[in-house]
Each structure stands twice: as structure tokens, then as C-alpha cells.
């Protein structure tokens, strides 16, 4: 697998006339650099796709299919590579990088090329209005947008890019696709991919373009649809972008994510949940753990086992195999990292183990639990995207639903308990898109038939699945009229004959028991009954009548 240097615009390698500079996080050392394209560019990659639209959209579910399995088997050869790859870019463990993003990205191209037929086919609904009953066909159609824009971060740079860009291609869009410039190398990865697997000109094209440069692309008059992935602040730049031209944007954002322990929780097993949602991907991770609540009898046995297992991590280089944590991918993310920790320790909460900056190179920061927080410190509202642990000792359930739903965030949220009960009442009462119980919701992003998204400034729109299937289509509603009668019973003129015709029709249609049949006689002497009105029709739908 040959690292990308361009941007693949129609299948084709394009330079750019500027330049981003992919660095190691771990060494801070330079990787490579990628020739970025500006406005111009973005051109060139929509009109690419807009010119390849039309064929896409009418190529058979299957074909797009075929070519699903290609990529696929194309994945699995490189996946151990792209891993090592990212592990470079983004600083987490290559066998993590196995685990959270090229699993679920061979999930994501293992599930379309089996399902994407079923979710488009064509949905027969029969008319539930008498008046329409005679239509020969009527249902929804599952038809492309066409050019979508997808703009994707770096903390999951394979993963994430999949979970919108399989889907949107399967359902016959065209794309272009910015990486995030952090994981740029990475992000093209794929793309190429794609290409040798036979996708054809111009359907994914993959542009290096800086951040500062992303509005030519979503202010694109032929894009019709943005899907965004990242911070709230960008992702409300891009929404109001795509208000002034009334395209839909699909906003997947932050998360200060909330876990809620009840008194008779797995000890053992939610320790272990816990501390592995808060600190896989060094806490990177927009539904990790950031704020735990744990009801009082169990809060000192939790933490204790907690900081127990937090102690036990290894930090440093992401390419050895005995690593659970890597560095932080961009030194800024460290550095807020850091703030909220010294935060919270200003303003009374005692840091149990890390929460200090190591030494040297590398954007390092060590998993941080601390206790004693309270709901005014930023780490309890903001999102931190690190590896810190904050745990809020409550009286009871009750409490600890309450301040998991105060935020202005709702991804995901979790629950651990042992009673069926109280598990069905935190599903229900967790205010998020997406709730475990007894594991951390932010593993139903790896479940490609679950439902991804969130509440409040977590986004807009569902992804993965059936749903965010939807999310990628112009649901269409459509209907045959065989057309053999001259004129329906709506149509004008509207008389007097019209007048008892509808105003005898209402009651009888809807009324419920004898009374009902008092309009019949002055629906059935109606002219418009006797002369418009299908009979068979009616005879066919005789429950509806009675």
C-alpha cells in the first residue's frame, strides 16, 4: 500500500498548489507531506462528481454491490498496514486501531454488499384513504441525492469516513471526501482503494484540503447534502452554511457522555467498561466516558477498583503490542486536556492517579481519574476528548439520572446495574441517542444496524443502518392512477351535489358505532357517488366501511 501524496480526483492523482504536513504524534516527527488543493480543486472534485451522477444513480444495486465486495477484500489484504498507518498519523495502538476502525469499516463493506438491496427496494404502502384505493401501485421509492459532501475528523480516521461513505455510495450518490488534515494520509487511504476496486470515475473523489479552505466545498452550489463530523463550533458554521442555500447537513458533534452506576452494579464489570470507554483512543472519542455517577454505596469500592485498573495501563509508543495508550493526537488537544484537569484541581477535585504532562517528545498525557468534581468544572460540562475520568459520588438512581441528562450534549450514555428493571428505566429515562447497559453506549458506533447520533448540540441526523440509510436518500413517495375515469371525485366543479357528496362522506368515513350510517343514504344518493366513485373498489375495502 503506497502512501497517497494528492488528492484523487476521478480516479485520478491531482496536485495541489499548497501543501499539509502529516505529523507523528508520538515523536512529533515529520511523516510525510500531501499536496493540497484549494477552491479550484473543489471544482473540479464536484463537477467531477456531479458529471459521474447520473450513470451511478441508474447502475443496479447490485453492481454498486459487487464492487462493495472488491473494496472489501481489498481492506482485509491491507488492513494491518492502513492500521500501522494510523497508528502513525493519529498515535493510537495498532492493535486498537484493528479494533475501532478497520473492524468496523469491514463491518460497514460486509453489511451493504449483503443488505443495501433490501433497505432500497422499492416499499409498497397501500392507500389507507378509501378515495385512493383504486391506485394500481403506490409506496416509497430510495433515490440518490446526488453529490454529497463528507468531512470527517481525526480521531477515527477510517472508521468514521466508512460509516458515511459506503452507504452514501451504495445508495447511488457520488461523493467528495475531505480527511481531516491531522490524519490526511490516512483519510486518501481508502479512497484509492476504492479506485482499484473499480469504482468508477469521478463516484469518490478524495480531497487534501486545509480547514481553512473547507467553505468552497460546502458553500458548493452542486453539493446537495454536507456530512459533517466533529466539533459543535464547526459543526454550527456548517449549518448555518447550508441553511443560506436550504441544503440538509447531517451533524455528527461533541459529547460530554455520562455513565450512571446503580448500588447493585457489577463491580468487576463495570470497572472494567469504565475505564476502557474513558481512555480507549486516549479519551479521543466523541461518546467516551466523560462524566461517571456513581450512587453512594458503591462510589468508594468502584474507585478503588478503578484507579486499580487505571494504574495497571501502559503508556508510549503505539507500535509496541503490550501499549494500551498512545499519545494524544494534536499537541492542542493535549493542552486542553491539561487545562481541564488543572481546572477541576483549582476548584476542589483531587486527582487520584495521573493528570500530570510527562517529559519529552510526544503529545502524552497519562489517564487521569479523579474524585470530588463537581458540576460547575469544565470537565463536567464541556467536552474534554481525553483521557480524564471524573466520578461524582450521589445519594441515589434518581439524582444520578438528573445530572447525567443536565448538558447540553446527548450522544451516548450507559447504565450498570443488575436489575432488569432498573436497566429498562435507565434505557428510558437516559437522555441520549445511544444507551448500554452494562457497557458504555459508545460501542453501538461499532454496530453497523444501530442507530448513530445524538440530542441537543451532540448534532442533527442518524447514521448507520436502515436510518442513516435514509439519511442518504430522497425518500419519495409515488402512486399510479390507472387514469380509465374521466374525472375523480375531488375534481371540480364544486357544487351542491359536491357539498352533500363530502359533507356526508366525512362522518360516515370516520364516526365510530350506528351513527355512522345515518350519512350513508346522503352519500350513496349523491351524483358524484354514483357517477365518480368505483364501486369494486369499495366492495374490496369493505372493512374500512364497516
Not at 456531479?50 to 450513470?55: F, H, I, L, Q, V
Request: charged share 20%; net charge negative; hydrophobic share 45%.
Amino acid at each position: 500500500m503506497e502512501l497517497q501524496k494528492h488528492s484523487i480526483i476521478g480516479n485520478r492523482e491531482v496536485e495541489g498548489p499548497r501543501t499539509i504536513t502529516s505529523v507523528n504524534p508520538a515523536t512529533e516527527e515529520e511523516i510525510g507531506t500531501v499536496s493540497a488543493i484549494v477552491a479550484d480543486g473543489v471544482d473540479r472534485a464536484v463537477a467531477a462528481a456531479k458529471e459521474a451522477s447520473p450513470a451511478w444513480a441508474a447502475t443496479p444495486v447490485a453492481e454498486r454491490q459487487a464492487i462493495l465486495r472488491r473494496w472489501l477484500e481489498i481492506f482485509i489484504d491491507e488492513g494491518e498496514e492502513l492500521a500501522e498507518l494510523m497508528s502513525a498519523e493519529n498515535g493510537k495502538p495498532i492493535s486498537e486501531a484493528m479494533l475501532v476502525d478497520i473492524v468496523p469499516a469491514c463491518a460497514t463493506l460486509d453489511y451493504w454488499a449483503k443488505n443495501a438491496h433490501t433497505h432500497l427496494a422499492f416499499k409498497p404502502v397501500a392507500p389507507e384513504l378509501l378515495l385512493f384505493a383504486h391506485w394500481k401501485v403506490s409506496g416509497y421509492r430510495f433515490d440518490p441525492l446526488g453529490v454529497l459532501a463528507a468531512i470527517t475528523p481525526w480521531n477515527y480516521p477510517v472508521a468514521i469516513p466508512m460509516w458515511e461513505i459506503v452507504p452514501g455510495l451504495v445508495a447511488g450518490n457520488t461523493m467528495v471526501f475531505k480527511p481531516a488534515s491531522a490524519t490526511v494520509l490516512t483519510g486518501l487511504a481508502p479512497v484509492d482503494q476504492a479506485r482499484r476496486a473499480g469504482m468508477p470515475d469521478g463516484v469518490l473523489n478524495g480531497v487534501a484540503l486545509p480547514g481553512s479552505a473547507t467553505d468552497a466545498l460546502v458553500d458548493h452550489p452542486d453539493v446537495a447534502k454536507v456530512l459533517f463530523t466533529g466539533s459543535v463550533d464547526v459543526g454550527r458554521h456548517v449549518a448555518r452554511r447550508c441553511a443560506e442555500r436550504i441544503i440538509p447537513a447531517q451533524l455528527e458533534l461533541g459529547g460530554n457522555d455520562a455513565a450512571v452506576v446503580a448500588a447493585d452494579a457489577p463491580l468487576e464489570r463495570t470497572a472494567r467498561s469504565l475505564v476502557w470507554a474513558a481512555f480507549m483512543n486516549t479519551g479521543q472519542s466523541c461518546a467516551s466516558v466523560e462524566r461517571v455517577y456513581a450512587v453512594d454505596e458503591i462510589h468508594d469500592r468502584l474507585v478503588q477498583r478503578i484507579v486499580e485498573l487505571t494504574e495497571e495501563l501502559v503508556v508510549g509508543d503505539p507500535t509496541r503490542r503490550d501499549v494500551d495508550l498512545g499519545p494524544l493526537t494534536t499537541r492542542g488537544q493535549r493542552d486542553i486536556v491539561a487545562e481541564h484537569v488543572a481546572d477541576a484541581v483549582a476548584k476542589g477535585a483531587r486527582v487520584l492517579t495521573g493528570g500530570e504532562m510527562p517529559d519529552g517528545p510526544g503529545y502524552y498525557y497519562p489517564p487521569t481519574v479523579l474524585v470530588d468534581v463537581t458540576d460547575e468544572m469544565e470537565m463536567m460540562t464541556e467536552e474534554t476528548f481525553g483521557p480524564t475520568m471524573p466520578i461524582q459520588r450521589v445519594r441515589d438512581l434518581d439524582e444520578a439520572i438528573e445530572k447525567a441528562n443536565n448538558s447540553r450534549f446527548g450522544l451516548a450514555a450507559s447504565g450498570f446495574t443488575t436489575s432488569p428493571e432498573t436497566a429498562e428505566r435507565l434505557q428510558r429515562e437516559l437522555a441520549a441517542g445511544a444507551v448500554g447497559i452494562n457497557e458504555h453506549g459508545i460501542v453501538a458506533a461499532g454496530e453497523v444496524t444501530g442507530s448513530w447520533g445524538g440530542l441537543g448540540e451532540s448534532g442533527i441526523g442518524r447514521a448507520h443502518g436502515p436510518f442513516g440509510l435514509h439519511e442518504l436518500v430522497n425518500i419519495k413517495y409515488v402512486f399510479t392512477d390507472p387514469g380509465g375515469d374521466e374525472a375523480a371525485p375531488w375534481h371540480y366543479p364544486y357544487d351542491e351535489d359536491f357539498g352533500q357528496f363530502i359533507g356526508a362522506a366525512m362522518p360516515y368515513l370516520y364516526k365510530t358505532g350506528f351513527g355512522k350510517y345515518a350519512h350513508a343514504a346522503a352519500l350513496m344518493s349523491s351524483k358524484r357517488f354514483i357517477q365518480r366513485v368505483r364501486k369494486t373498489t369499495l366492495l374490496k375495502n369493505v372493512k374500512k366501511l364497516v
